[in-house]
């Protein structure tokens, strides 16, 4: 499947609700879409309060924007890549993986490097047009953030979060597979 062309997808929405840790919350942060990013914003112009910037953005304002560490956030597109990130994730209070479209599941494979490669435990969020059926399959590679544009009200995406009691391959929410388990309990 070729890779989509970066510009070409629709641009992450920023609800006033979302999934955070289980519950049902009100949306704290701004997210500022990826075509805001090349108009002439500063530091300075940045308004105050929590913020989440695409990369391109960030690293361009990330030395000016010492002392507001825990306002600030970053966004990936999914032509971005946790190595664009790296250890400075660590560093951020909120990181934001964009699935353009429910089949790009490059977004996945992200979240995992990020908890898994960089150690990352802030909050991991889901945005864009991931599908309901995916939730658990999100949260299974590290996201614990789901900031959803379907139409089901959020409360009823709580049980797909949990579809599956168990599962066979290790993963973020649980490193050790089925057989290592059970050879361990019995």
């Known amino acids: 499947m070729p890779k989509p062309a970066k510009g070409t997808g629709p641009q992450p929405n920023n609800p006033e609700r979302l999934i955070l840790d289980g519950a049902v919350v009100a949306n704290e942060w701004r997210l500022v879409p990826a075509d805001e990013a090349n108009t002439e914003i500063t530091a300075a112009s940045l308004a105050p309060g929590k913020v989440i910037l695409p990369l391109s953005l960030w690293q361009r304002l990330r030395a000016d ?106 993963a973020v929410d649980e490193p050790r597979p089925i057989f290592r388990r059970r050879s361990l309990a019995g």
């Open 65 to 170: 924007l010492a002392g507001r560490e825990s306002e600030i956030g970053v966004w990936l597109d999914s032509d971005e890549t946790a190595d664009q990130l790296g250890p400075s994730a660590s560093d951020l209070p909120l990181v934001a993986v964009h699935f353009p479209t429910f089949a790009d599941g490059r977004g996945f494979s992200t979240a995992r490097l990020l908890r898994e490669r960089y150690g990352y435990t802030g909050e991991l969020r889901a945005v864009g047009a991931f599908m309901r059926d995916q939730l658990t399959y999100l949260r299974r590679c590290g996201f614990n953030a789901f900031a959803y544009e379907g139409a089901q009200p959020l409360e009823q995406l709580l049980d797909s979060m949990h579809d599956f009691s168990d599962s066979y391959q290790a």
